[in-house]
């Protein structure tokens, strides 16, 4: 009876044992999330700004970028400041795409300029009338006819000219006694512009001519008729421009943070819109000395050869200038479609963790752009995660989970108005943005909704003249959280002539419009946030409609109803 007791005690105890030895707490990472002190107090990590995986118990330097650490925060579920998690579900609606920040190879900074094509006013001819008189014929029909030097572009009745002529007869009889009234004659004919040939026929043939032949004094194409058969002219009236396109001017607009890097008889390589596969090189032959103070540029002028007559006026062209300074070798560089530009601020969103969905906004300073992006001067290191698709997407989850947002910098929740925006889960807050700006942005929108119906009917001239249009209205109603990029992309949308330069101006007009209206209270419309996965070459690309129907601006008839609402504005 005793062995059998002692077997179930040391039975009892053994059990005990094990399970203390299974079920004991230890000390993990999620444990020492809160430390207690002796006396109860509770003691948070602290974590680094930059590089949120790190986790210390005390205050210090950060161990990878010396910054100071701050705390990490509580019930929080782990995130640090101004980071924000999303659903996988979520994540998988916006279609998140990333890419690592990497180094530059020391490339040459290059100096990207948009612009068109003139003539060249140092070739330009103006054709005037030397006497009174009534136009008789035209042979110069429309506007861009080649002309030669030396051929008839229109006869003219000149009863100055008849008189003229009748005079030289006369003198002629009597040369030999009054040589100097006979020369006086002949010169005065001269300054009208008549040709030694045509005074000796005069002479050699006895008659008067009535109607005076006008010859082109240079070669070239026609480039205005300012007059029409029937009409009467004085002297000196003009009353055709020829214009020699042999040579043509390429004026681009250069912003002023440009201007110290680009300087007369640099080289610029030049290609044009219309012809993709060849390239042109001009020398910088004029800078303006005045900036525009509505664009903030100047005018940077090259003169291009024309032989064959390709290049041709009104032309949207491209120029690169090797700006003479190398990238150093490391040097980050942030992909173009990264970047969130918000007026004088450029930010990106950043995925801390390549693990987990959670993400942050972060504030960079940007150089020039080089081949792949732009160069990064500060707010990023190498080797971090940015958002280079769907960060549009983020800043709205953003918005409404009330962190820190582009629109937004101070962070704080808004009550939108949008509901289930972009797919991701909407959530309520307090504090709708107004402001001065909102009556300026709704007017915006009325002609962004003109320009969107203009593109669904792919109607080119109706969007170039709404974008012009909205860009006036944009000078007459500034707003520092829209004008510099907007405005950008709008005059990009006014200067192109064909349907896909247009749609993808369009497209970052959009997205930045978008991103302007969170947060903003909308009076007496509904609008429709809707996307295409197929714009974009598939990548896919969001607009604004006041309708729920889709009317696609990317692809007009082609797919007119391809698409989907991804978020209501309602009417306040």
């Not at 136009?135 to 003229?164: D, F, H, K, W």
């Not at 890097?261 to 042109?280: H, N």
């Not at 910098?409 to 925006?421: F, L, N, V, Y």
């Amino acid at each position: 009876m005793k062995r059998t007791t002692l077997w179930i005690v040391l039975s009892i105890a053994a059990g005990l044992l094990l399970g203390y030895l299974v079920f004991a707490p230890g000390t993990t990472e999620a444990d020492t999330l809160h430390e207690h002190s002796e006396g109860g107090a509770e003691t948070s990590l602290w974590t680094c700004s930059m590089h949120p995986q790190i986790l210390q118990p005390e205050a210090g330097k950060c161990p990878i970028c010396g910054m100071d650490l701050i705390p990490a925060g509580s019930g929080q579920d782990g995130l640090a400041p101004g980071q924000f998690r999303l659903t996988e579900n979520a994540l998988a609606l916006a279609d998140i795409r990333t890419t690592r920040v990497g180094a530059g190879s020391g490339q040459t900074q290059a100096i990207r300029l948009s612009g068109t094509l003139r003539a060249n006013e140092k070739t330009i001819a103006t054709q005037s009338a030397y006497f009174d008189g009534r136009i008789e014929r035209l042979l110069v029909n429309y506007e861009g006819e080649t002309v030669r030097m030396g051929q008839l572009l229109a006869t003219l009745y000149a009863p100055e000219l008849v008189a003229a002529q009748q005079e030289l007869l006369t003198a002629a009889t009597c040369k030999d006694a009054h040589p100097a009234l006979y020369e006086a004659v002949r010169k005065k004919l001269t300054l009208w512009k008549l040709s030694e040939a045509q005074i000796a026929e005069i002479e050699s043939s006895g008659k008067v001519q009535e109607y005076f032949p006008i010859y082109s004094n240079v070669s070239g194409n026609v480039s205005e008729i300012m007059v029409a058969a029937g009409d009467y002219v004085n002297k000196g009236t003009p009353l055709f421009r020829i214009a020699d396109l042999g040579t043509v001017w390429a004026d681009f607009d250069a912003y002023e943070n440009q201007l110290d890097r680009i300087g007369e008889k640099q080289t610029l390589t030049i290609r044009a819109k219309a012809l993709p596969d060849a390239q042109f090189s001009g020398v910088i032959s004029f800078i303006s000395p005045v900036l525009n103070p509505a664009t903030r540029t100047a005018t940077v002028r090259a003169v291009l050869r024309n032989p064959a007559g390709r290049l041709k006026p009104g032309m949207f062209v491209y120029g690169e200038l090797a700006s003479g300074q190398a990238a150093k070798s490391g040097s980050l560089v942030l992909p173009e479609s990264a970047v969130l530009w918000t007026g004088e601020r450029s930010v990106v969103y950043l995925k801390p963790d390549p693990m987990h969905p959670v993400f942050e906004m972060r504030e960079v300073s940007l150089g020039p752009a080089v081949e792949g992006g732009y160069l990064v001067l500060s707010g990023l290191q190498g080797g971090e995660e940015v958002v280079t698709q769907g960060a549009f997407t983020l800043d709205a989850a953003a918005q409404l989970q009330g962190g820190k947002s582009m629109m937004n910098p101070g962070g704080g929740k808004s009550a939108t108005g949008h509901e289930a925006h972009l797919g991701l889960p909407a959530e309520n807050g307090q504090g709708t943005r107004t402001g001065p700006d909102s009556a300026a942005f709704e007017g915006l929108v009325s002609l962004y909704l003109g320009l969107k119906d203009a593109l669904v009917a792919s109607d080119t001239e109706k969007a170039r003249a709404v974008a012009g249009t909205a860009i006036s209205y944009i000078d007459d109603h500034p707003d520092g959280n829209l004008q510099p990029a907007l405005r950008e992309r709008l005059r990009d949308l006014s200067r192109a002539t064909d349907l896909p330069n247009q749609r993808e101006a369009f497209r970052q007009v959009s997205e930045i419009l978008i991103g302007s209206g969170e947060g903003m209270e909308h009076h007496g419309r509904t609008l429709y946030v809707q996307f295409c996965p197929m714009a974009n070459d598939n990548k896919g690309a969001y607009w604004l409609s006041a309708q729920a129907e889709i009317r696609n601006p990317y692809f007009g008839d082609a797919m007119l109803t391809c698409g989907e609402n991804r978020a209501t504005w309602a009417a306040n």
